[in-house]
């Protein structure tokens, strides 16, 4: 039987702590056949902090409209799934996974000074060809009812069987060749390091230029979740009333203190877009914006 932790927190937890344990808690990785442990984590009455939110509307370029940003719950998720990810039960040292890919349903908007429950649970994972995927979850909910929920995917490089396992959403996003130029922006040299003192995400690939090569990096990136909610913070406004999809995968890095630009192509209820960083070719951000249906599930 799969051994169940569930984490409770009244306040953001320590990212400090988590980062201690990435480094130092040894790892008994998984044996074939082998089902992840059953880690999920509970912070409940979550009040947003305004200076923080305001911090974040700044290095994002988003409009402050007294609502929480669509991907504001990743970054007061952050140090939660990361104390997930730390967990001593674990398999898997953190050091080396690679984010893959974000699934979001945003059921209603909810206001800056609403009072909401998270809960985010380690869920599924596959065997592929590069090494094993994994998901976790992310649900708020305020009373009975769920506002927002994310799927989040990982990938832990390395071999861990020879049969390999469909990877659902591994396909859902693809570059549009047909997209069009829609705007220039730039990845700012010091944003590394203002994002993670708004997310706890101290992560040396996004703060120094010099450390990141140790990492397989010809200099420091961006975090992915800036780029994401920096370009949603330019594309077209999708009408409002109803409930907003959002898709991410994540293709390549996006290095600081470069030129970017979008492309994009529109459809009715929704948008396409991939995000480029400097004269690269190849898109960092493969991104799709749509209106749902409400009860709309994450498959």
């Given at each position: 039987?799969?051994?169940?932790?569930?984490l409770?927190?009244?306040?953001?937890?320590?990212?400090?702590?988590?980062?201690?344990?990435?480094?130092?808690?040894?790892?008994?990785g998984l044996?074939?056949?082998e089902?992840?442990?059953?880690?999920?984590?509970?912070?409940?009455?979550?009040?947003?902090?305004?200076a923080?939110?305001?911090?974040?509307h700044?290095?994002?370029?988003?409009?402050?409209?007294?609502?929480?940003p669509?991907?504001?719950?990743?970054?007061?998720?952050?140090?939660?799934y990361?104390?997930?990810?730390?967990?001593?039960?674990?398999?898997?040292?953190?050091?080396?996974?690679?984010h893959?890919?974000?699934?979001?349903?945003?059921?209603?908007?909810?206001?800056?000074d609403?009072?909401?429950?998270?809960?985010?649970?380690?869920?599924?994972?596959?065997?592929v060809?590069?090494?094993?995927?994994?998901?976790?979850?992310?649900?708020?909910?305020?009373?009975?009812?769920?506002?927002?929920?994310s799927?989040t995917?990982?990938?832990?490089?390395?071999?861990?069987?020879?049969?390999?396992?469909?990877?659902?959403?591994?396909?859902?996003l693809?570059?549009?060749?047909?997209?069009?130029?829609?705007?220039?922006?730039?990845?700012?040299?010091?944003?590394?390091?203002?994002?993670?003192?708004?997310?706890?995400?101290?992560?040396?690939?996004?703060?120094?230029?010099?450390?990141?090569?140790?990492?397989?990096?010809?200099?420091?990136?961006?975090?992915?979740?800036?780029?994401?909610?920096?370009?949603m913070?330019?594309?077209?406004?999708?009408?409002?009333?109803?409930?907003?999809?959002?898709?991410?995968?994540?293709?390549?890095?996006l290095?600081?203190d470069?030129?970017?630009?979008?492309?994009?192509?529109?459809?009715?209820?929704?948008?396409?877009?991939?995000y480029?960083?400097?004269?690269?070719?190849?898109?960092?951000?493969?991104?799709?914006?749509?209106?749902?249906?409400?009860?709309?599930?994450?498959?």
């Open positions: 039987m799969t051994k169940k932790t569930e409770t927190y009244t306040k953001r937890p320590s990212i400090a702590a988590s980062y201690l344990r990435a480094i130092f808690l040894r790892r008994k044996k074939p056949g089902s992840l442990p059953d880690i999920s984590a509970a912070w409940d009455q979550v009040a947003l902090d305004p923080l939110l305001k911090r974040y700044e290095a994002c370029e988003l409009p402050v409209d007294g609502y929480m669509i991907l504001y719950p990743h970054v007061i998720a952050s140090p939660v990361m104390s997930i990810l730390t967990n001593k039960n674990f398999p898997f040292p953190l050091i080396g996974a690679l893959l890919r974000n699934h979001i349903i945003e059921h209603r908007r909810v206001k800056a609403e009072v909401f429950d998270m809960k985010v649970q380690l869920t599924e994972k596959r065997i060809k590069q090494g094993i995927e994994f998901d976790f979850t992310i649900v708020l909910t305020i009373g009975q009812e769920k506002v927002w929920e799927v995917t990982w990938l832990k490089q390395g071999k861990f069987g020879k049969e390999y396992d469909d990877s659902p959403n591994a396909g859902l693809k570059t549009d060749p047909e997209a069009r130029h829609f705007k220039d922006l730039e990845i700012p040299r010091g944003i590394g390091k203002k994002f993670a003192k708004i997310t706890g995400d101290y992560n040396p690939i996004h703060m120094s230029k010099l450390l990141a090569p140790l990492f397989g990096l010809k200099r420091d990136v961006a975090h992915a979740m800036w780029a994401c909610a920096n370009s913070a330019h594309l077209p406004a999708l009408p409002e009333g109803k409930p907003v999809r959002v898709d991410f995968a994540f293709k390549g890095p290095f600081l470069n030129k970017s630009h979008i492309r994009v192509s529109e459809r009715s209820g929704g948008i396409r877009f991939d480029y960083c400097g004269d690269n070719d190849r898109p960092g951000i493969n991104g799709d914006i749509s209106l749902v249906e409400k009860g709309m599930k994450i498959s």
